[in-house]
């Protein structure tokens, strides 16, 4: 009896179990008709339709999506038909931390750092040579590095050259009035030995002494240090040979690199700061006064030259120093900040808030880039505008998706849903991915 109880339970749940079956498709069946002649019932609200399991998937017309699931309609003032704007609740806002500020106009800075060298200043070099062979008698500067005054002299010479000129000098200057030609080749004379270099004191002196000076003293042509001495007392010399090179110290030059990307900045008259190692805590101030017209191709880098102010002979030629820089947009600009900008490959799009929890994508115009990876805006959000400077990475990824769906109803669904017109239902459904 027990066995014959166990199988009559057994086909009454199975038959059981069977009609529970049928009885579930018959009611999906029946429930799925009305749906079915709602979505094709010509409804002039809908916009259109969308997957309700992935968000990306959309259609112009009825159907279904990739996993087999009917599409929903999206009508007219539902929340999210409009794909050209974002709309988010107060709590999300605030959960995600969104923070707006209104765009403003402002004067962009750049502060520009760079590896400085100090330098000579080359206007304030000169360089002691000879127009004539001859030998050095007596060495009156006989170090390298001396502070040597204007006018002092540095050395005697002796050469034959030189006694033939101041010979000839004197035996016109006898006859000069003897006529018009002689005359003449009195001034060929004096200016012989002027362009010997010779000084106005030197030709007065012959002439009063009536005699050849055996030696001829070279004086300093200025006031500096001797940073270069060639010439040993006794030594013969050449004419043309470099025997001093003096330089004035007391304004110096520093040459920064920069690169290439932050020439713009830069203008001739802007002030130029710079740091040196050994002198922490200091910083000393000069003008930038020459760009150099080229690149260096190997480091991508523009020289730009300052010129320093060198009291007491602190900044000396070879050190290095730390330039600083800061310019200036020379009018105000529309200025966007960093933390609004979102770049996205080869485009930069920043959100605008449009106010009761709406926000919109927008593609950005920009150009220079100042302190802080903010940018001046040349396009694309005006004046007064508000836009998102944090949370906007979430914005970014349901913009995105809406972004998609637009893709998928072609070129002109943006405009359609900005205008809340309903979608034809004239393209044919999407096949399932």
């Keep these: 009896m027990t066995k014959l109880n166990t199988r009559i339970a057994v086909v009454l749940a199975l038959a059981l179990a069977a009609v529970l079956t049928l009885w579930l498709v018959a009611g999906c069946s029946t429930d799925q008709k009305p749906v079915a002649a ?30 087999g699931m009917d599409l929903v309609p999206v009508r007219k003032g539902d929340p999210g038909a409009d794909l050209s704007t974002l709309e988010l609740s107060g709590m999300v806002i605030q959960r995600i931390g969104v923070r707006t500020a209104p765009l403003a106009e402002r004067r962009l800075e750049k502060t520009i750092r760079g590896v400085g060298r100090v330098t000579y200043d080359e206007t304030r070099l000169s360089r002691v040579n000879l127009k004539y062979d001859g030998w050095i008698e007596e060495l009156f500067v006989d170090e390298t590095g001396v502070l040597v005054k204007e006018g002092e002299p540095l050395f005697t010479v ?12 004197l035996q016109v200057m006898d006859r000069a009035k003897a006529g018009p030609h002689m005359a003449h080749l009195a ?44 010439v040993e007392s006794g030594s013969f010399v050449k004419r043309g040979v470099d025997l001093f090179q003096i330089a004035d110290l007391s304004r110096i030059w520093v040459t920064v690199d920069i690169y290439e ?28 006064d020459f760009i150099y017209p080229f690149l260096d191709t190997a480091t991508r880098t523009v020289r730009v030259r300052a010129v320093f102010d060198n009291p007491g002979i602190r900044l000396k030629p070879g050190m290095f120093a730390t330039g600083f820089l800061v310019g200036r947009a020379a009018e105000p ?22 106010g009761e929890g709406r926000f919109e994508s927008r593609e950005l115009t920009l150009g220079r880039e100042g302190d802080g990876g903010d940018y001046t805006l040349l396009a694309g959000i005006e004046k007064g505008e508000r836009v998102v400077l944090s949370g906007q990475f979430l914005i970014d990824s349901e913009s995105r ?13 943006l405009s ?18």
């Design 38 to 67: 709602k979505q094709t019932g010509g409804d002039s609200d809908i916009l259109y339709w969308k997957s309700q399991m992935d968000p990306s998937f959309v259609s112009r017309n009825p159907g279904k999506d990739a996993m």
């Design 158 to 169: 002796y050469s034959p050259e030189l006694a033939a000129s101041a010979a000839e000098f």
């Design 187 to 230: 001034r060929s004379a004096l200016a012989r030995l002027r362009q010997f270099d010779f000084t106005e004191e030197q030709i007065d002196a012959i002439a009063a002494a009536g005699e050849v000076p055996q030696f001829l003293t070279v004086y300093a042509p200025r006031t500096g240090y001797v940073i270069h001495k060639s």
């Design 261 to 288: 990307f932050e020439v713009p900045w830069v203008n001739e008259g802007q002030e130029m700061t710079i740091r040196l190692s050994y002198l922490p805590g200091e910083e000393f101030s000069g003008t930038v």
């Design 333 to 354: 600009t529309l200025v966007i900040p960093s933390e609004a900008v979102l770049h996205q490959g080869d485009r930069s799009v920043a959100f605008v808030a449009l």
């Design 401 to 413: 998706l809406k972004e998609a769906a637009a893709r998928m109803l072609g070129p002109d669904a």
């Design 416 to 433: 359609a849903s900005e205008d809340q017109k309903p979608v034809g239902d004239t393209m044919e459904s999407p096949q399932p991915r």
